[in-house]
């Protein structure tokens, strides 16, 4: 067929090789790579090349006050345990006084040294301790002692040879007055200590400052009859700091307001404390009163995200800033440019406090978040600034004041304290003083955080923590009008919703202000005006307990304001936790309401036989919040009363009885005066 294609017979096809070009080229390729990788896998492989990374060495703080005082040729440590910078201030005081009889002094924050070595003290050549110790609430070391305090009451060191001398810091209107100064006084003698002057008590709810000139006055002729030196009797006003002026800075290194580590505000970290604030959101701001002159508020801080943790009962740390036209005004009167940025550098390069606030900073910023500006200056804010005074009277006025003479004491007495005058009140009254900004800086103390009793409870609500206070503002003799620092910044923190929510920096700190352990215990809590607070918290906590279907103990208050339809504070709430049976008795005394003024001490008398049960008989827990110099003392004469006419005790045993429920936690009083 045309169409069919022709096949070849068998015998003439061609037969192909067995192995072709392409199978010889294939196979020497994979001979090659095999033979490549047997030579090669067991050569090291070069690491690209890595910048060795320098090692940074922080230098460790020295934690041997004796080391130091023999490096540094120190013969005089001055230890304070402070909590509002008080006791802080009289130790750099004295410790400045030391060069006046030719001995070197140095303060000394007990919590940033070993204090086991007081001991070694005999080491250092004519050597001398003085404590500064002040007494924080109720007998309460403050929190830079308190490790000091754990170690003197376990102690059985010898102090043989070791001199010392103590002035404590308190306010007689409180319970334990100047309890941590007397216990460091006896604990040191007991453990072998030289007292080389008598134990000073100031007493805040006097003059404080007189207190310590006239302990002062005395104290340092006895060292010097001790170690054989001699006083020049001349004051020296010599800087502790210098001022640096930084003209080209970058602004991202200049503390805004922080309080210790840089950008603190911008980007938060946990832990919160006194050094780290948080800084927590208003949530609410509402006035209380519903009429009178004053103004009493209750605010809502937002704690959400910061891990700080509190129960009823605790207190809550904020940092205020001063008034700004304040702030302003200073500067217009020392004619200063407020944003000028500087350091102040401590001259003594040992010392472990480089810097009397964070630096480098403005002076705007300094005297807004740093600095107390608010309180009448102590003497030696006096002495050292009269040296810039031009006018030879006021000059002498105000080293007058400074003095230890009769006539000096009164003179301050009159027209610094009873007039309260601040320092710009001071500059703006004495027209020829007008000293170096960066000089007042360094003299001027600390602003302190202010502590308010917590009116919430974490069981009910865990991310907020709740305020009461009243906005303090008053005429002064001079016709100037003063503000409460704290509550007035405080009362300007609304809520707005502009996007740019109002912050306050916060830290929690824990009381033992505490609820009993057993629900089914009672309580009487007794807090007039803003008192009570805590007992807010602790209605709340009652009435969770309750829902909780816990056994819960008769909780009677005590409550008193002014007017009923005026300031009766949380009215509405405490008529609720009525109702709810939370709160079995609610006794409120409208002071003037009536003729003949009723106070809380008043509602009590009358229920002493109830008192008096639920006291004795039901081991209830008494509360007391509010006021210490009346309040406080008035409402124990009521319950010694009790004890007495209904308990049939006598006078001296009813003091006892509740000095008793005292040391055993169930007599628990946050006052203040």
């Known amino acids: 067929m045309a169409d069919v294609e022709s096949i070849p017979p068998a015998a003439e096809v061609e037969e192909e090789p067995l192995i072709t070009t392409l199978d010889i080229f294939l196979f ?35 934690t041997s006050f004796i080391e130091k005082m023999k490096k540094t040729s120190r013969n005089v440590v001055v230890f304070y345990g402070s909590q509002t910078g008080t006791a802080e201030a009289f130790a750099t005081r004295l410790a400045k006084d030391a060069q006046r009889y030719g001995l ?28 500064c110790m002040a007494t924080y609430g109720e007998g309460d070391p403050t929190d830079n002692a308190q490790d000091f305090y754990d170690w003197l009451q376990a102690a059985d060191d010898s102090l043989e040879g070791v001199n010392y001398a103590v002035f ?79 003209t080209d800075t970058n602004m991202n290194q200049v503390f805004t307001g922080e309080m210790s580590r840089l950008k603190s505000y911008q980007t938060q970290r946990s832990p919160f404390d006194a050094k780290n604030p948080f800084l927590a959101t208003v949530t609410a701001n509402r006035k209380l009163n519903k009429g009178g002159s004053r103004h009493l508020m209750h605010l809502e801080l937002d704690i959400s995200g910061s891990k700080l943790r509190y129960d009823a009962g605790d207190h809550v740390a904020v940092y205020p800033t001063n008034d700004a036209a304040l702030v302003d005004r200073l ?45 009448p200056p102590r003497t030696n804010v006096l002495y050292e600034l009269a040296q810039y005074a031009t006018d030879p009277q006021q000059q002498d006025m105000m080293r007058k004041m400074a003095s230890v003479a009769a006539e000096g004491k009164a003179l301050y007495q009159s027209w610094v304290l009873a007039a309260q005058r601040h320092i710009l009140a001071v500059l703006e009254d004495i027209s020829s003083l007008r000293p170096p900004v960066d000089h007042l800086c360094e003299l001027l103390p600390r602003l302190q955080p202010r502590y308010y009793s917590i009116a919430s409870s974490a069981k009910v609500h865990p991310t907020s923590v709740h305020i009461c206070c009243v906005v303090v503002e ?38 033992q202000f505490r609820l009993p352990f057993k629900a089914s ?42 007017h009923r339809n005026e300031d009766f504070l949380y009215q509405e709430e405490l008529e609720e936790f009525e109702r709810m049976g ?23 008398k009358q229920n002493k036989k109830h008192l008096w049960r639920l006291i004795h008989t039901q081991n209830a827990h008494l509360y007391v919040c509010g006021d210490a110099r009346n309040m406080a003392r008035d409402v124990q004469s009521a319950l010694h009363q009790a004890a007495e006419e209904v308990g049939g005790l006598t006078h001296s045993q009813a003091v006892d009885y509740f000095k008793r429920l005292m040391t055993k936690g169930r007599y628990s009083q946050d006052v203040w005066s």
Not at 32 to 57: C, D, H
Not at 356 to 368: E, H, Q, W
Request: proline share 6%; aromatic share 10%; hydrophobic share 35%.
């Open 331 to 375: 500067g217009e009167v020392l004619g200063v440019d407020l944003d000028t940025v500087f350091s102040l550098n401590n001259l003594d390069e040992e010392s472990n406090k480089k810097h009397p606030f964070p630096c480098p900073t403005t002076y705007r910023t300094a005297l807004t978040h740093y600095l107390d500006i608010t309180s």
């Open 521 to 562: 215990t009672p309580v009487v809590m007794i807090g007039p005006g803003t008192g009570i607070a805590p007992f807010m918290g602790f209605l709340q906590e009652r009435a969770w307990q309750k829902e909780q279907g816990k056994d819960v103990g008769e909780t009677v208050l005590y409550y008193g304001c002014r």
């Open 474 to 511: 008053y005429s002064t003799s001079t016709g100037r009008t003063n503000k409460g620092v704290a509550t007035t910044w405080l009362r300007n923190k609304v809520p707005t919703d502009n996007g740019h929510p109002p912050l306050v920096p916060l830290y929690v700190r824990k009381s």
């Open 582 to 604: 939370v709160l079995t008795q609610l006794n409120v005394a409208f002071s003037r309401d009536q003729e003949h003024k009723v106070y809380v001490q008043h509602l009590m």
């Open 28 to 62: 020497s390729l994979l001979v090659g790579l095999l033979t490549y990788w047997f030579f090669s896998r067991n050569k090291p492989q070069e690491l690209p090349a890595m910048r060795p990374i320098p090692t940074v060495v922080t230098p460790m703080r020295e």
């Open 168 to 246: 404590g810091l308190g306010n007689k209107t409180y319970e334990h007055f100047n309890a941590m100064g007397k216990y460091v006084d006896r604990r040191l003698a007991e453990l072998g200590g030289k007292r080389v002057f008598e134990l000073g008590l100031g007493d805040d709810d006097g003059n404080l400052e007189e207190d310590f000139l006239s302990w002062k006055e005395l104290f340092w002729p006895a060292v010097c009859e001790l170690l054989g030196v001699d006083a020049t009797g001349e004051d020296c006003c010599v800087r502790q700091f210098e001022l640096v002026t930084h």
């Open 104 to 131: 070197k002094g140095m303060p000394a924050d007990p919590e940033e040294y070993d204090m086991s070595e007081l001991s070694r003290l005999t080491e250092v050549e004519n050597c001398l301790a003085v404590f």
